[in-house]
């Protein structure tokens, strides 16, 4: 009995109670600390599937702002952005894009972090407007993804949608926003022809046709300092006359160039989104911009394809193109009406006299210019050399490009 009623060992007992107690504690607070960071985890990797959709978003927009909607024939890839396709050219670049996220603090972003964008434009493949996105537009195998001529008007409006989404620890958001572009005007010194002196076959009235018609222009520009009828204008004054208004031209114009570097490397943009870059005499010469890097001696008589509509080669009076060459020289011979502006920017400086060239009956409607010393040949026939404002109305590249106000939407919810 004694020993039963011993109290020894209670404090044990106490201490014992009082240890789970604290330790049952222990617990409860350490899950809800680690079920805290979880939570923490899962906001951050959120909000770098977020940032990411956004930033290839934002590179997106700004490629659709430099090389513009793409175009039928070569519209941006439909499976999206990245691509190992041929249309890379319209895609962000994932190393350019993952170097804003290569701070040491950037720890979410792993192997498998994925993103991806696509371009679409605002009308269905009847060219109705599209006025609200929704993501089965992506399954549509003949939705245009270039900016198409809408039904109505049967002009394009310079707007597309673009998608763009990010996957980062296996967490995905998406967003869109509706983007227009603004075209850039391209100004050329409105001259029939502009070059460094000008030649012709300097003899007869030509059928009383001027070699050059300079029109309602400035009239022709020559970095030479002689007056007709000499070699630096070889054209006659009174037969024909040879250049029309025989009065109108002007001496010792300045060396620079007909255009800025900056505007050049935007209508290079250009041609390289039309396709229509080359880098060698191109068969076809017809484009809105068409661009030939090392160009030789391109020459094109009756044989160059006609533009859509047109009959013979090139473009046409209601859409005018525009032939650059950047090295090398340009005939235009037969009977071919070029309808538009061909520029040589010379940037071997040559001084030949034919660095661009009618011959035959052949005739460039709009305007002829040459940067440095290099020459015009007009040709013998008459009406070789036509001025056309219209040419010189509509020459464009791609300006910038913006999400339109209240547009931009988070399309995806955060998964995880």
């Given at each position: 009995?004694?020993?039963?009623?011993?109290?020894?060992?209670?404090?044990?007992?106490?201490?014992?109670?009082?240890?789970?107690?604290?330790?049952?504690?222990?617990?409860?607070?350490?899950?809800?600390?680690?079920?805290?960071?979880?939570?923490?985890?899962?906001?951050?990797?959120?909000?770098?599937?977020?940032?990411?959709?956004?930033?290839?978003?934002?590179?997106?927009?700004?490629?659709?702002?430099?090389?513009?909607?793409?175009?039928?024939?070569?519209?941006?890839?439909?499976?999206?952005?990245?691509?190992?396709?041929s249309d890379v050219y319209f895609c962000p670049l994932q190393s350019q894009l993952?170097?804003?996220?290569?701070?040491?603090?950037?720890?979410?972003?792993?192997?498998?972090?994925?993103?991806?964008?696509?371009?679409?434009?605002?009308?269905?493949?009847?060219?109705?407007?599209?006025?609200?996105?929704?993501?089965?537009?992506?399954?549509?195998?003949?939705?245009?993804?270039?900016?198409?001529?809408?039904?109505?008007?049967?002009?394009?409006?310079?707007?597309?949608?673009v998608r763009s989404q990010a996957t980062v620890r296996g967490r995905t958001r998406?967003?869109?926003?509706?983007?227009?572009?603004?075209?850039?005007?391209?100004?050329?010194?409105?001259?029939?022809?502009?070059?460094?002196?000008?030649?012709?076959?300097?003899?007869?009235?030509?059928?009383?046709?001027?070699?050059?018609?300079?029109?309602?222009?400035?009239?022709?520009?020559?970095?030479?300092?002689?007056?007709?009828?000499?070699?630096?204008?070889?054209?006659?004054?009174?037969?024909?006359?040879?250049?029309?208004?025989?009065?109108?031209?002007?001496?010792?114009?300045?060396?620079?160039?007909?255009?800025?570097?900056?505007?050049?490397?935007?209508?290079?943009?250009?041609?390289?989104?039309?396709?229509?870059?080359?880098?060698?005499?191109?068969?076809?010469?017809?484009?809105?911009?068409?661009?030939?890097?090392?160009?030789?001696?391109?020459?094109?008589?009756?044989?160059?394809?006609?533009?859509?509509?047109?009959?013979?080669?090139?473009?046409?009076?209601?859409?005018?193109?525009?032939?650059?060459?950047?090295?090398g020289k340009v005939d235009f011979g037969g009977n071919i009406e070029f309808w538009?502006?061909?520029?040589?920017?010379?940037?071997?400086?040559?001084?030949?006299?034919?660095?661009?060239?009618?011959?035959?009956?052949?005739?460039?409607?709009?305007?002829?210019?040459?940067?440095?010393?290099?020459?015009?040949?007009?040709?013998?026939?008459?009406?070789?050399?036509?001025?056309?404002?219209?040419?010189?109305?509509?020459?464009?590249?791609?300006?910038?490009?913006?999400?339109?106000?209240?547009?931009?939407?988070?399309?995806?919810?955060?998964?995880?």
């Amino acid at each position: 009995m004694n020993k039963l009623r011993d109290e020894q060992g209670t404090v044990m007992v106490t201490a014992i109670l009082m240890i789970m107690i604290m330790f049952s504690l222990g617990l409860a607070v350490l899950s809800t600390t680690d079920t805290q960071s979880a939570q923490s985890r899962q906001e951050r990797e959120r909000e770098s599937s977020f940032n990411l959709a956004e930033a290839a978003l934002s590179a997106q927009t700004f490629i659709l702002g430099r090389r513009g909607t793409g175009t039928a024939t070569r519209p941006y890839p439909a499976d999206g952005c990245p691509t190992a396709g041929s249309d890379v050219y319209f895609c962000p670049l994932q190393s350019q894009l993952l170097k804003n996220y290569s701070g040491a603090g950037q720890v979410d972003f792993d192997a498998a972090t994925t993103w991806r964008t696509y371009v679409l434009d605002d009308s269905d493949p009847n060219g109705n407007p599209v006025q609200f996105w929704k993501d089965d537009y992506l399954n549509v195998a003949n939705w245009p993804r270039y900016d198409k001529a809408g039904a109505a008007d049967g002009k394009a409006n310079r707007h597309v949608w673009v998608r763009s989404q990010a996957t980062v620890r296996g967490r995905t958001r998406a967003i869109v926003a509706w983007v227009r572009i603004e075209d850039r005007a391209i100004t050329f010194p409105r001259y029939s022809i502009l070059a460094g002196y000008i030649d012709g076959k300097n003899e007869g009235g030509h059928g009383g046709r001027p070699l050059v018609d300079s029109g309602s222009s400035l009239g022709v520009a020559v970095r030479c300092n002689q007056p007709p009828e000499s070699s630096c204008i070889d054209l006659d004054p009174t037969k024909g006359p040879q250049l029309q208004p025989p009065s109108r031209y002007v001496l010792n114009y300045p060396s620079a160039s007909a255009i800025d570097a900056e505007a050049l490397q935007a209508l290079e943009d250009v041609a390289r989104a039309n396709g229509t870059y080359y880098d060698t005499c191109p068969r076809n010469p017809n484009g809105d911009v068409v661009v030939v890097e090392n160009a030789g001696d391109c020459s094109y008589t009756n044989s160059a394809p006609a533009a859509p509509e047109a009959s013979i080669c090139c473009n046409t009076q209601q859409s005018p193109g525009l032939y650059i060459v950047k090295r090398g020289k340009v005939d235009f011979g037969g009977n071919i009406e070029f309808w538009g502006v061909v520029y040589n920017v010379n940037l071997d400086n040559r001084t030949d006299p034919d660095m661009i060239e009618t011959s035959g009956t052949a005739a460039i409607r709009g305007g002829a210019l040459v940067d440095g010393g290099g020459g015009v040949y007009a040709g013998s026939a008459g009406g070789n050399i036509v001025y056309d404002a219209y040419a010189f109305d509509n020459i464009t590249a791609v300006g910038t490009a913006g999400v339109v106000q209240n547009t931009w939407r988070e399309i995806v919810p955060p998964t995880g």
